[in-house]
């Protein structure tokens, strides 16, 4: 491992970690911002269904619609990024998105909610994976990995501060004659709207045009960019039917999707059922809602410790998900307080469980199918996230609770713990690197 690093030259690595120093910070707060603005809704729900007649099954089914309309227009934005350049369409993208969020501060019907949920999505699109497109365009393969686990570092910090953050401007409930969620609403896009615009003086979308790289750094860069970009450009393509009936393919996404209903279910209602145990402000309820992401961030974070030299992943994740099946189980017992430390419980096995999953995803597909398998497990597994709030909501109006979803969701992580013992093992070997930063990419796809 140290002659690799030993050979690769001087000049590439202090344009690396130029990079890092001045285009990560913008980068990574610019994820903070997108995942609070695309959550933000789950601590609203009781004030849509007051305000705006917004009823369980009506807020579920908006919560869910972002995911439509994000799946439909990935790829497109991606394209898109490549045509303009990352400076111009990933701050479109965050401008637009908090454009959309301030639009929500005036919703005052149901049809309303829905399509600016679904707008949201749109706008969104292509954000995450733009950016990891942007990182294959300014670093080559050996540094990738260490980019976007420091990326990815803003997706953990966003469970935490989402809560209290948002708890805090709920807060100006009544200030100027207007109610708290549309405060909150009209703040936080209003803020997204600023970051777009900074991130706009930040960004720099081609090596060559970087003002603070030397012309000996600008030529590594971009030479060792473009040797990996050939290796790529070499694999064989497979159309995207053939992916989609492959076996490896096939067990990966539903054991995926399964993750996902888990992860989106915790994250929409999880502030409802804290508000349940009665008595709490706005921003108590903030705080409390960032216990189980912040048991889950020390979770994930202490096991892949001792997970990441395991000779076989699959065990770990099994048990991942049954903690998760738990979790979801115990919180249809006891009071909201005993709730929330199953729903802890279970956030901490979702956590695991997607650390834990793209490494072992990678290795388990042929290395000529890796990149476009995993990116379709992602792109069909994320569905869970339409699926999971709608089929709450709907039951939260039928039934009065949401006790069926969380057997629901139990049985769907029994059942991808029988969907682990299908994933292909490999042996660890020189693909390793290579799994472990796909692994890291893939963290934040249970977002």
């Given at each position: 491992?140290?002659?690799?690093?030993?050979?690769i030259p001087e000049a590439e690595q202090r344009a690396v970690g130029k990079f890092l120093r001045r285009m990560l910070p913008i980068l990574v707060l610019m994820l903070l911002v997108n995942q609070m603005d695309r959550t933000n809704v789950g601590f609203v729900q009781n004030e849509l269904r007051a305000d705006v007649g917004v009823s369980a099954?009506?807020?579920g089914l908006g919560a869910g619609l972002f995911f439509i309309g994000y799946a439909l227009f990935e790829v497109p934005s991606n394209m898109l990024l490549e045509r303009f350049g990352a400076r111009v369409w990933l701050t479109r993208i965050m401008?637009?998105?908090?454009a959309v969020i301030v639009a929500m501060c005036f919703i005052h019907n149901v049809w309303m909610f829905y399509g600016l949920r679904f707008l949201l999505g749109v706008a969104e699109a292509g954000f995450f994976p733009g950016v990891l497109l942007y990182f294959t365009q300014w670093l080559p393969d050996s540094s990738r990995g260490r980019a976007s686990a420091i990326f990815l570092g803003g997706s953990a910090t966003a469970y935490i501060v989402t809560g209290p953050i948002t708890g805090a401007l709920l807060e100006l409930h009544g200030a100027g004659g207007i109610a708290g969620w549309r405060w909150m609403f009209a703040l936080e896009g209003a803020f997204s709207i600023v970051v777009g615009f900074?991130?706009?003086f930040f960004l720099v979308s081609r090596i060559q045009?970087?003002?603070w790289l030397t012309q000996e750094e600008k030529d590594a860069l971009t030479e060792a960019v473009?040797?990996?970009?050939e290796a790529r450009d070499r694999a064989p393509s497979v159309s995207r039917m053939k992916l989609i009936f492959h076996p490896q393919v096939a067990v990966l996404t539903a054991v995926f999707f399964a993750m996902a209903l888990t992860g989106y279910a915790i994250t929409f209602w999880l502030p409802s059922l804290v508000e349940e145990i009665g008595g709490l402000s706005p921003f108590q309820i903030g705080l409390l809602s960032a216990i189980p992401w912040i048991c889950a961030v020390i979770a994930m974070y202490t096991m892949s410790h001792f997970t990441d030299r395991a000779p076989d992943r699959r065990p770990y994740l099994a048990i991942a998900l049954v903690l998760s099946a738990i979790g979801t189980f115990l919180a249809t017992l006891g009071s909201p307080w005993f709730g929330l430390a199953a729903l802890t419980l279970a956030a901490v096995g979702g956590k695991c469980a997607a650390t834990l999953f793209w490494p072992m995803a990678q290795s388990g597909l042929d290395l000529k199918i890796a990149a476009p398998g995993l990116a379709l497990v992602n792109s069909i597994g994320n569905l869970g996230g339409f699926v999971s709030p709608t089929l709450f909501g709907y039951l939260k109006d039928t039934t009065g609770s949401t006790t069926g979803g969380l057997y629901t969701l139990s049985a769907a992580s029994i059942l991808a713990v029988l969907g682990v013992a299908f994933v292909r093992h490999t042996t660890?070997?020189?693909?390793?690197?290579?799994?472990?930063?796909a692994g890291v990419t893939?963290?934040?796809a249970v977002r």
């Open positions: 491992m140290s002659d690799a690093v030993t050979a099954t009506a807020y401008i637009t998105w908090g900074i991130a706009g045009d970087a003002k473009e040797r990996d970009k660890k070997g020189p693909r390793a690197g290579a799994g472990d930063r893939g963290k934040a």
